[in-house]
């Protein structure tokens, strides 16, 4: 199993564990994630065109085509460090979407997490879970 998978199955199950029943009752953390901080803006199936999509400066990314746009491999790198967004990366250019790792940075400061939780390992489980769902939206 690749690397970026096994970290994805343990912080996903970390993440799983971390919220209680939820995990237990089959919550699909990714499509919570995404609908809670994406769709807003890149639309309930990940094509660009949600309910802000035409009130934004920017064209927001039709994040269906990822892959396409990347000669058939799903960019999970890339697409990460855009969605953490905390390290500045200056070849990507102009930064019109929020940076989701600060939002998750203070929301965990907010949860009072439980001692033994790494809230940095939270942060990260709740990016990757974001990743993982936005991979399954690829056109095929």
Request: net charge positive.
């Amino acid at each position: 199993m690749p690397r970026f998978q096994r970290i994805i199955l343990v912080l996903s199950a970390a993440l799983a564990f971390s919220v209680g029943s939820a995990g237990a009752q089959g919550v699909d953390i990714g499509q919570r994630e995404y609908n809670s901080h994406c769709a807003f803006c890149h639309g309930p199936e990940g094509k660009g065109d949600g309910p802000s999509a035409n009130m934004l400066r920017t064209k927001v990314a039709d994040l269906t085509v990822l892959q396409k746009s990347n000669k058939g491999v799903f960019p999970f790198k890339r697409t990460y460090e855009v969605i953490d967004g905390r390290e500045a990366v200056t070849a990507h250019g102009s930064r019109d979407m929020p940076v989701w790792g600060e939002v998750y940075s203070r929301e965990a400061a907010d949860w009072n997490l439980p001692s033994g939780i790494n809230q940095e390992a939270f942060i990260r489980a709740r990016i990757l879970a974001l990743v993982e769902y936005i991979s399954r939206l690829q056109e095929k």
